[in-house]
């Protein structure tokens, strides 16, 4: 299961729990532990999340952070957290305070449910009021997932998210604020496209008029945009269809002329017996087609085992490397594939280690 379908599951999780957790420990429990889980950090390992994680403020010892997450026993990330039914906005003083005290590049504060990710991109070691990254977890967007990811503990970089976290912000409150003029059109925005078109003076009921047509105008154009694209995504899909078409067509065709033989069968019984000690035989299959005899693993064409050549002048054995590299090595008859056995289980072997790890 892949990051994007673990958050997809934790989303629905979320939904359906929220309404029985009453308190901000039980959030802490059952949504920021394991939300920092699924980031890959082991809640149950201090040197990887510490809880209470204690933040002396000057002269007042014993001050503590929810969680801190650590990297090279230093906290990364520090995790304050609410009750999911609590507002946030009142709260960004106290994660404030703890951020200077530590080494932490990063603070997070949510209820479970909203997450927001804070940085020093104004003043070092100070951090910002408003955070350069924030999704709401039951309705998460796909980059948002892309976003998050980079703070997985596979592919955390401090360095480089510090580098996108001011793009990132600047993009968000952009958006924010495209959002504000595409619901109510401001005056600045409707001089700027009225006194390109309006050839007289722009008085406030010139002004009043133009801001209900540039609304509607505005949104018309996404109107006709997501048209456009619907149209464009149709028009793509039958083309698609049509190609799939010709392609299963051409492939029935080329089915219908090939002829697998018993020599190729031969072949495919020498092959599973070398490899049985190996595997079970049911997982060797093969599947032939008009030039090669093709032999798989699993019935996968990323696992060739190997390609019997036996229609030609000559005949040859195809083994794969590591590379998937082939190597086509001449036979007299099918009876010296067994010459190549050792070859055969090595594939098995690169396959079968792959799987393991």
């Not at 991109?121 to 980079?150: A, G, R, S």
């Not at 051409?250 to 190729?264: G, K, S, V």
Request: net charge negative; charged share 30%; aromatic share 10%.
């Amino acid at each position: 299961m892949d990051f994007k379908d673990e958050i997809k599951l934790f989303s629905e999780r979320v939904e359906k729990l929220k309404d029985q957790i009453h308190t901000e420990e039980a959030t802490k429990n059952a949504f920021i532990m394991p939300f920092i889980k699924l980031l890959g950090y082991d809640v149950f390992n201090p040197f990887e999340v510490m809880p209470e994680y204690i933040a002396d403020i000057g002269i007042k010892k014993g001050e503590k952070v929810d969680y801190a997450i650590l990297k090279d026993g230093q906290p990364a990330i520090l995790v304050e957290c609410k009750h999911w039914g609590e507002s946030l906005d009142p709260h960004n003083s106290q994660l404030f305070r703890y951020f200077h005290t530590t080494t932490a590049k990063f603070g997070l504060l949510s209820n479970g449910i909203i997450y927001r990710f804070y940085t020093d991109l104004v003043q070092p070691n100070k951090m910002d009021e408003k955070p350069f990254f924030e999704f709401n977890v039951t309705d998460i967007k796909d980059n948002q997932v892309e976003e998050l990811k980079k703070f997985h503990k596979s592919y955390f970089d401090i360095d480089s998210i510090q580098n996108t976290a001011s793009d990132l912000k600047y993009m968000n409150e952009l958006k924010a604020l495209i959002n504000i003029e595409f619901q109510t059109p401001t005056d600045g925005l409707v001089r700027h496209f009225a006194k390109q078109i309006y050839p007289g003076m722009l008085t406030t009921r010139v002004i009043e008029a133009f801001s209900n047509l540039t609304k509607r105008s505005l949104q018309q154009y996404i109107n006709d945009l997501i048209t456009e694209r619907l149209h464009s995504a149709l028009k793509k899909e039958s083309e698609d269809a049509v190609v799939v078409a010709q392609q299963e067509s051409t492939a029935l065709a080329e089915d219908n002329r090939i002829e697998t033989t018993e020599e190729e069968l031969e072949g495919y019984r020498i092959v599973k017996a070398i490899l049985r000690q190996k595997i079970k035989h049911t997982r060797i299959v093969y599947r032939d087609a008009q030039s090669y005899f093709a032999i798989l693993l699993d019935d996968n064409n990323r696992k060739s085992i190997c390609r019997l050549y036996l229609n030609g002048s000559k005949r040859y054995l195809g083994i794969f490397d590591e590379q998937k590299k082939e190597t086509r090595m001449e036979i007299v008859t099918v009876d010296d594939i067994f010459l190549h056995g050792e070859a055969l289980i090595k594939t098995i072997d690169i396959y079968t280690k792959g799987a393991e790890e």
